[in-house]
C-alpha cells in the first residue's frame, strides 16, 4: 500500500507539481487522514504552505495560457521531479487512512522511495511536456486551459485516491499511460497525413 500511496502522489505531482505538496500539508495539519513522520513533518509548517500555495497559484494561472504554458513546463521539468521525490518519500513513510504501519518500505533506504518518485513525476511531466505543444497548435492555443484544468483535476484526484484507496492508483495510472499513448498517436497520425 505504500507504494501506491507513493505512486499516486508521485503521478500527481508530475502533472502539478504543488498539489499534492499542499494537499499533504493541509491533510497532516488538519485532519487524521494523514500523519506525517517527523523528517516530514516542514511539509505541515504554515509559512511553507503558503509559499507553496502561492507557488500553486501561479502555476494554475501560467498553465492556462498558450505559449506560456511551454515555458512554464520547460521549468516546471525540474520542480515537478523534485516534488515528486518529496510526495514519494512522505507519502510512503506517512501514516494514512490506507497505511496504518508504513514500517519497513521508507525505512529500508530513505532516498530509495524519493528516487522512484523523481522518476515517475519526471516521466509524467515529460509526456505532459510533450503533449502539450501539440494540442496548442492543433487548435489554436484553445485546448491549454481546458487540458491544464483536466491535469489539475487529475491531480487532486489521485492525492485523495493515492491517501485513501491507493489500490485505485494502479487503474488512474494505466487510465493516465493509455490516454498520453492514444494523444501520441494521434498526433504522429496527424503529422504523416499532413
Known amino acids: ?25 493541509l491533510l497532516s495539519r488538519f485532519t487524521d487522514l494523514v500523519t506525517l513522520p517527523q523528517g516530514w513533518a516542514w ?13 500553486l497559484v ?3 494561472i501560467a498553465d492556462k495560457v498558450p505559449a506560456l504554458d511551454t515555458v512554464n513546463d520547460a521549468v516546471q521539468t525540474f520542480v515537478r521531479p523534485t516534488s515528486g521525490g518529496i510526495v514519494f518519500g512522505s ?8 497505511v496504518t504501519d508504513p514500517g519497513a518500505f521508507a525505512q529500508s533506504g530513505q532516498w530509495i522511495p524519493v528516487a522512484i518518485g ?3 513525476a519526471l516521466v ?7 503533449v502539450r505543444p501539440a494540442a496548442n497548435v492543433a487548435t ?22 493515492a491517501i485513501l484507496v491507493p489500490v485505485l492508483v494502479l487503474v488512474a495510472v494505466i487510465v493516465l ?10 498526433r504522429r497520425r496527424r503529422a504523416t497525413g499532413a
Open 91 to 98: 507519502g510512503t513513510a506517512a501514516q494514512t487512512s490506507a
Open 124 to 130: 509524467v511531466s515529460l509526456t505532459k511536456s510533450t
Open 58 to 60: 501561479i502555476e494554475i
Open 177 to 186: 499511460a493509455w490516454a498520453a499513448v492514444r494523444l501520441r498517436r494521434r
Open 1 to 25: 500500500m505504500e507504494a501506491l500511496t507513493g505512486l499516486g502522489l508521485a503521478t500527481a505531482a508530475g502533472l502539478n507539481a504543488y498539489i499534492p505538496l499542499l494537499a499533504l500539508g
Open 140 to 161: 489554436a492555443g484553445v485546448a491549454a486551459p481546458v487540458l491544464s484544468t483536466v491535469e489539475d483535476g487529475v491531480s487532486v484526484g489521485l492525492v485523495f485516491v
Open 118 to 120: 523523481v522518476v515517475v
Open 43 to 55: 511539509l505541515e509548517n504554515g509559512w511553507v504552505m503558503l509559499i507553496v500555495a502561492v507557488l
